[in-house]
């Protein structure tokens, strides 16, 4: 089930350096696209920043609409990551090529994706140097949302079977989000 | 072993959203720090862009000296990576306080860690803008190497025992990286 997560917890959905698939939506055409490289920039408000490419049609709608919704896909979803992620909105609805299954957007018209691990409703934060001379869009979060079934005492919990998130490697070669271990507090030393 | 990384797939040492050690040295004084918000900016020749908040002794060492090395720890490294994040190189040199055995850096003075993942010497690419705007730093990759017992056909291969790259989720909570799986290649729907 999706559940809301606090703002101030929005960072940890994207903490720990998973993949990522981008909706965007204007004037009635929509796309969704892979992203590796996309990391958090601030914490509270919970701001991220992505590397998109200046030609894909993701970052035409994103400039056109100043909208998009980040979401985590999960072990269950590889093909469908690297599929979205290996042909151009302009020349197919995905939507409709994947059968893919969305709740509509709560503040702008990026679709919501079913079967993901995490939904992050952002808005372009314009900053048309930064865009232009590095593909790097600033998106500052507004709503987030993570699948109830990974997640306790805010942080990622994947049980033992079940989807993870995952972590793109090269070409379709994906690393799911191991068990998580605690580091030792520092004793001494410092 | 340390072996090189051709520099054109320098970016798959990071494309999977790894936490990294950043050095940095200049007259004399050196530090080390925890970097989870580090990321490829670009492929060839490789770029990455990396958060380095402005009160920090890395970010003052790393505009005086312009350089810096990227490290990845690995399980075997969680409670250093945990400690090197919760203190200031200005009030403590870590590398004694923790006992750390490094090999000089090859482009610069900043040490490069035993027992990490892979190295990265990188130079930053001066943008004082969006140093001081957003924390981020560009930096141009000039040297790449990964232990070899982890490197193969160009791509991670972690062996079931021994050590992974991890993903910092919170606190101290640390995702190893899990085992590899390969998308199917998207047969219809484009």
Known sequence: MRIPVPLRHAYRLLNHGPTTLITTAH??????????????????????????????FTRELLEASGQCAVMLPTTEQLDLTLAVGSCSGRDTDKFAAWNLTVDPGTQSEAPLLHGCAAWLECSLCREPELQQRYDLCVLDCHHAWVDDRLWADGCWRFPAAGPRTIHHSKGGLFHPTGDARQAGRPVGGA
Chains 1, 2 share one sequence.
């Open 27 to 56: 004037a009635g055409r929509r796309n969704v696209m892979a992203a590796a490289w996309v990391m958090p920039l601030d914490f509270n408000p919970p701001r991220f920043v992505a590397v998109i490419a200046a030609d894909t």
